[in-house]
């Protein structure tokens, strides 16, 4: 079973010839090569939803193209047919002119067409009028959309014959993740016309003086450069055949990759797919907000499994839905994100798209480790905090303290080791940014180890004999199990770089205060060259700290220093108050971006 054309408007009926063999209904037409193919021209419906998969079973490279799976009754199988953002051309075979002469076929700027390669070497002719300068992107959809052994190539003549440009295969973009080819054989770029004038497009599959046919569809898509892109998630650093899993009291590490198209470099954000309004029921799983970098073809994400009800067991599966967004030339677009998974080892690996994000529930791990940390753009050298939660399991405690490493913080960033303290489930740590930090987002998560020992739920007598009036008089007893070694990841979150705007300094960042006293800090403030704005400094202490206080300084676009009066109450806790600084914020691009200078602030006795 075929279909032609294999592309049409989304949300719009198409006429489409269905051919086949014993087709239900179908006519037999002579086609070159296939004498006994029978024929059916068919309406198709307004068809508005690809299949979450693509429309077929495809690799990486072959599926950013959305599509649908049609079938027709009577016939085993089904065919894919592609859904475009706007009309479809369908390949004149042969054109020719008023005096019976070969000639192109005409296409309008932009143009999207529908071809095929029926006969033995078979190419396809296409005339555009270009302005000088003007800038198009040219590309054929063969190899991508799926035909077997298609190599594509388009070249490009001048209104006399003449080459100007031969395009060939398109190789992955440096950087492109492993497991995540978007090569192909199919030809496509970008190309600048150098007058104003006719040029025609010729288009052949350099496999068709062997395989040519009813089934040898390509698209070609011609237009100015547009600004695209599309997000999948896979599995975490997977090297051969696996699925996603997270602990139904835990998180789990996800890959994204994210495809761009023309023009196209902006911050893409990864966040949660909102719940129905008919949903009551707590998720199964969420997702932290994660972003992924400007030019960044990768990232990293993670899902939290919440158990609750009889589902806290784990062993199941649940469905994680994610939206991708960002902003094109203005307007923010919201695309879901696909997924894909890798479908055998080797070099190079091969990922195929999904369905859906499908994830297995294990059974809890001992342990949860939560981070929580900045929500504010802040500058390069900047100093920050971060708050880590460990949660034990009702059954379970730590046998020592926990050590927490990070993955994901930018270069030559200072970073504390951070010890996790067995009786404490709250630990503050600080972290500061390398001076030469590029701006952007950056996306981080923590890998905990502890020794974690285990007792035994009380178990419930279900024997005759541990009914006895003599057992149940025995006191019961559960003994602890033998420490055991447990890693697990934190969830990811993203931390937003700013330009450097505007520093913060202080002469003395070692200085003490009395209960009941007030103490005064000169500061002093350095601006980018590229900042001429008012700065607000401020006294930065963490959540729920108490007995000091400081009204903030704002200082105006002339001034350079000023002081900050600190004040400690009667009540304010003995002893070096930890994770304190001095922070100086700045609006730029109309937002808030900070930067930090750490104090070593202690309050004495009076």
Same mark, same amino acid.
């Given at each position: 079973l075929s279909v032609f054309p294999s592309f049409v408007e989304r949300g719009k009926e198409a006429q489409v010839t269905l051919l086949g063999f014993q087709l239900p209904g179908g006519v037999a037409t002579p086609i070159p090569g296939a004498p006994w193919i029978l024929q059916k021209r068919v309406t198709l419906p307004a068809l508005t939803t690809p299949d979450s998969d693509g429309g077929a079973w495809l690799t990486s490279s072959k599926s950013t193209l959305e599509g649908v799976r049609?079938? +027709?009754?009577?016939?085993?199988?089904?065919?894919? /047919?592609?859904?475009?953002?706007?009309?479809?051309?369908?390949?004149?075979?042969?054109?020719?002119?008023?005096?019976?002469?070969?000639?192109?076929?005409?296409l309008p700027l932009p143009a999207l067409v529908a071809g095929r390669f029926l006969t033995q070497n078979d190419f396809d002719r296409y005339r555009i009028t270009a302005k000088k300068d003007q800038v198009l992107t040219i590309e054929a959809f063969g190899d991508r959309w799926g035909a077997e052994m298609m190599d594509t190539e388009i070249s490009i003549h001048d209104s006399k014959g003449k080459l100007l440009k031969t395009f060939s295969d398109i190789a992955d973009p440096k950087g492109q993740p492993a497991g995540f080819s978007l090569a192909s054989l199919d030809a496509g770029d970008h190309w600048k016309a150098p007058a104003d004038g006719d040029y025609d497009i010729v288009v052949r599959d350099l496999f068709a003086g062997s395989v040519y046919g009813i089934d040898r569809s390509y698209l070609l898509s011609v237009g100015p450069v547009q600004s695209d892109f599309e997000v999948f998630a896979v599995p975490h650093n997977a090297k051969t055949p696996v699925g996603m899993s997270v602990p139904s009291n835990g998180h789990a590490l996800f890959d994204l990759v994210a495809v761009r198209r023309g023009s196209f470099t902006g911050p893409i954000r990864i966040g949660p797919q909102p719940a129905s309004?008919?949903?009551?029921?707590?998720?199964?799983?969420?997702s932290a907000e994660v972003w992924i970098a400007e030019n960044g073809l990768s990232g990293i994400g993670s899902m939290t499994s919440h158990p609750h009800d009889d589902r806290s067991t784990g062993n199941d599966i649940a469905e994680l839905k994610l939206l991708a967004e960002s902003q094109i030339s203005g307007k923010q677009?919201?695309?879901?994100?696909?997924?894909?998974?890798?479908?055998?080892?080797?070099?190079?690996? +091969?990922?195929?798209?999904?369905?859906?994000?499908?994830?297995?529930?294990?059974?809890?791990?001992? /342990?949860?480790?939560? +981070?929580?940390?900045?929500?504010?753009? /802040?500058?390069p050298g900047s100093w920050l905090r971060a708050e880590v939660t460990v949660t034990t399991a009702p059954q379970a405690s730590l046998n020592n303290d926990a050590k927490l490493t990070w993955t994901g913080w930018p270069a030559k960033s200072k970073l504390d080791a951070v010890a996790l303290p067995k009786d404490a489930p709250t630990t503050l740590t600080s972290i500061t940014l390398a001076a030469d930090t590029k701006p952007g987002w950056q996306t981080v998560y923590g890998t905990a180890q502890a020794q974690v020992v285990e007792t035994p739920p009380p178990t419930d007598p279900t024997?005759?004999?541990?009914?006895?009036?003599?057992?149940?008089?025995?006191?019961?007893?559960?003994?602890?199990?033998?420490?055991?070694?447990?890693?697990?990841?934190?969830?990811?979150?993203?931390?937003?770089?700013?330009?450097?705007?505007?520093?913060v300094t202080v002469k003395q960042p070692k200085i003490a205060v009395a209960a009941g006293g007030t103490i005064y800090i000169p500061f002093e403030v350095v601006r980018d060259k590229s900042f001429t704005g008012e700065v607000r400094v401020s006294l930065d202490l963490p959540a729920g700290e108490t007995g000091l206080s400081c009204m903030p300084v704002t200082l105006p676009p002339d001034s350079k220093s000023g002081v900050l009066q600190v004040a400690a109450a009667?009540?304010?806790?003995?002893?070096?108050?930890?994770?304190?600084? /001095?922070?100086?914020?700045?609006?730029?691009?109309?937002?808030?971006?900070v930067f930090r200078s750490v104090l070593d602030l202690t309050v004495k006795s009076r």
């Open positions: 049609y079938r +027709v009754d009577g016939i085993d199988g089904s065919v894919r /047919i592609g859904l475009l953002p706007r009309l479809v051309i369908t390949e004149e075979e042969h054109p020719t002119d008023a005096n019976g002469k070969a000639t192109a076929q005409k309004n008919k949903t009551t029921e707590a998720p199964l799983l969420t677009v919201t695309k879901e994100v696909h997924a894909a998974t890798i479908i055998g080892g080797g070099n190079p690996l +091969v990922s195929r798209r999904t369905d859906r994000l499908v994830v297995g529930r294990l059974a809890p791990e001992p /342990i949860r480790v939560d +981070v929580a940390a900045e929500t504010v753009a /802040i500058q024997s005759a004999e541990q009914k006895s009036e003599e057992k149940k008089s025995e006191p019961e007893k559960t003994e602890p199990s033998k420490p055991k070694s447990v890693e697990v990841v934190t969830n990811a979150f993203s931390i937003e770089v700013a330009p450097a705007t505007a520093k009667e009540s304010a806790p003995i002893g070096q108050q930890g994770f304190v600084a /001095i922070a100086a914020t700045a609006e730029r691009d109309g937002r808030p971006v």
